[in-house]
Every structure is written in structure tokens, then in C-alpha cells.
């Protein structure tokens, strides 16, 4: 059975400061993995995913994934933290990529000036 | 614009009135899901649909309805609606190439 292990519900980070978002998964099989990010009010928006090609993943508004096997994890970064980046962000993986996926808990992410 | 549409957006119901959230996209999607949003616990699939006529539970069915009459439409279906079923509701779509486009969210209160 699959599942998704975020670390940390709410994570704080100053403006301009390094923002990681861990995320631990269990597959039987090679996954599919994938970072969302809900916005208050609004539905989920693909940040990045990663489908077994590179395993260093770039997304939108200038974040990244590292898919590491040895350590099961799919850890999101972002170098700088803007204002903009207080949101949800939610770890996902998948067997087939389009259809199930397997959401992690979710964590908040609050940036203070 | 391709896009999920959902409503209503906000829905405040009684204990057993029956109750229908309409999803519809229009990229012509295959597959289509609905998933309930709870504080800590994450999103969890409730039904999702493979194609027209096509249904399947996810993790968690009770509850719930669904019927895949033509292929933008997944209404989600609540006959008997009780207070643990207020929740935030997520319909999704996607082909097999891609991945999942959400849409707006249904946020549901059951008294």
C-alpha cells in the first residue's frame, strides 16, 4: 500500500529565507510523486511532479523536488521565501500518475517579514 | 479556459435532505475524481470514474453516490447527508498523460 508521511504541519520562515518542506512516501512499486499547493480559498494547483525521469524536479514559482529512493523522500525547496508562499502545500504519489493519488496531511506554511 | 467547475461553492444542509455537488470539466477528460478535504487528515478519494458508465470506490465510499452519464459531468451524491460528511470537496480530472486538474472546491456543512 502506498502512503505519503509529511513532516511538520505548520513550518514559519522569515522572508528571504530557505523554505523545506519535507515529505517521506511508501511504495511498492516506483512512484509517481507530486507537490500541490492550495491557496486560501481556492483548489489545489500543481506545483511540480516527479514521473522517473531527473530526479532533481523544478516547478513553478521557483520551486524544486529531489526524488531520493534510498531515503524515500520528495523534499520541496525554495531558496527564498516570499511573502506570496503562505499557503498549503500537500505531497501526493500515485502508481499511474493521472488518476489515484495519495495525499500526505499537509503542511502550512507561514512566511513573516 | 480549460477548467473543473464545481457547485455550488458553499452549501449549508440538514441531517437526511438529500443533496447533488455537480462537477463538469471541458478538456475531455477520461478520469474524474471526487475527494473530501479534512483538517490533518489531508484529501482522500471518495469515487472516481475511469470513463462514461465507468465508476469505482476510492478510500472512502460511504456515504456517497456517483454516476458518470456523459464524460464532463461526475456528480457527487449525498442521499442521506450527516453531520461527519461536512467537509470540503474536491472534483478532479485528468487524462492518462497528465495530471490531475482540481477544481474550485465545494465546502459542505451538514447540521
Known amino acids: 500500500a502506498q502512503s505519503v508521511t509529511q513532516l511538520g504541519s505548520h513550518v514559519s520562515v522569515s522572508e528571504g529565507a530557505l523554505v523545506l518542506l519535507r515529505c517521506n512516501y511508501s511504495?511498492?512499486?516506483?512512484?509517481?510523486l507530486f507537490w500541490y499547493v492550495q491557496y486560501p480559498n481556492q483548489g489545489l494547483q500543481l506545483l511540480l511532479k516527479?514521473?522517473?525521469?531527473?530526479?532533481l524536479v523544478k516547478g513553478i514559482n521557483g520551486f524544486e523536488a529531489e526524488f531520493k529512493k534510498s531515503e524515500t523522500s520528495f523534499h520541496l525547496t525554495k531558496p527564498s521565501a516570499h511573502m506570496s508562499d503562505a499557503a498549503e502545500y500537500f505531497c501526493?504519489?500515485?502508481?499511474?500518475?493521472?488518476?489515484?493519488?495519495?495525499f500526505g496531511a499537509g503542511t502550512r506554511l507561514a512566511v513573516h517579514p | 479556459e480549460a477548467q473543473v467547475t464545481q457547485n455550488p461553492r458553499y452549501l449549508i444542509t440538514v441531517t437526511g435532505k438529500k443533496l447533488t455537488v455537480t462537477c463538469s470539466q471541458n478538456?475531455?477528460?477520461?478520469?474524474m475524481s471526487w475527494y473530501r478535504q479534512d483538517p490533518g487528515l489531508g484529501l482522500r478519494q471518495i469515487y472516481y470514474?475511469?470513463?462514461?458508465?465507468?465508476?469505482d470506490k476510492g478510500d472512502v465510499p460511504e456515504g456517497y453516490k456517483v454516476s458518470r452519464k456523459e464524460k464532463r459531468n461526475f456528480p457527487l451524491i449525498l442521499e442521506s447527508p450527516s453531520p461527519n460528511q461536512t467537509s470540503l470537496y474536491f472534483c478532479?480530472?485528468?487524462?492518462?498523460?497528465?495530471?490531475?486538474?482540481f477544481g474550485p472546491g465545494t465546502r459542505l456543512l451538514v447540521l
Open positions: 470514474s475511469m470513463n462514461v458508465e465507468v465508476t
Open positions: 511504495s511498492s512499486v516506483p512512484p509517481y
Open positions: 501526493a504519489v500515485s502508481l499511474d500518475g493521472y488518476n489515484k493519488l495519495i
Open positions: 478538456m475531455n477528460h477520461e478520469y
Open positions: 516527479y514521473t522517473s525521469a531527473a530526479t
Open positions: 478532479a480530472s485528468s487524462t492518462n498523460q497528465e495530471t490531475q486538474y
